[in-house]
């Protein structure tokens, strides 16, 4: 899995926890589908989306401007929640997205 992240400022060392090649962030980042990833520390609440109060809880932050949907027209199948108020919509189970999780650690 390709993971992204900022090229460190120039003259800034190499931190204790990165690698040779400077990513810092490859065991903390779970895919939560399509190519999208997610920083673990980042993560509150990996629910299904079956619910009626799941359900009008997306609503309600999509009319704050804080819903991503990364199902890309794909059935929804987990709602994740973030430290920043984010909702975010995937198309991956719960389940798998718990043993992707189990797999980091």
Do not use: C
């Not at 810092?24 to 509150?44: A, E, M, P, T």
């Not at 009626?52 to 994740?80: C, F, N």
């Amino acid at each position: 899995m390709a993971v992204w992240h900022r090229p460190a400022p120039a003259g800034r060392e190499k931190m204790e926890h990165e690698s040779d090649n400077g990513e810092r962030y490859g065991k903390k980042l779970l895919n939560i589908g399509f190519g999208s990833v997610i920083h673990v520390d980042k993560i509150v609440i990996i629910t299904p989306y079956k619910s009626s109060p799941v359900r009008r809880y997306k609503e309600e932050m999509a009319g704050r401007k804080k819903l991503i949907d990364l199902t890309q027209g794909r059935k929804t199948r987990s709602l994740v929640i973030t430290t920043s108020d984010q909702v975010i919509l995937s198309a991956v189970g719960v389940e798998t997205l718990i043993q992707r999780l189990e797999d980091k650690q």
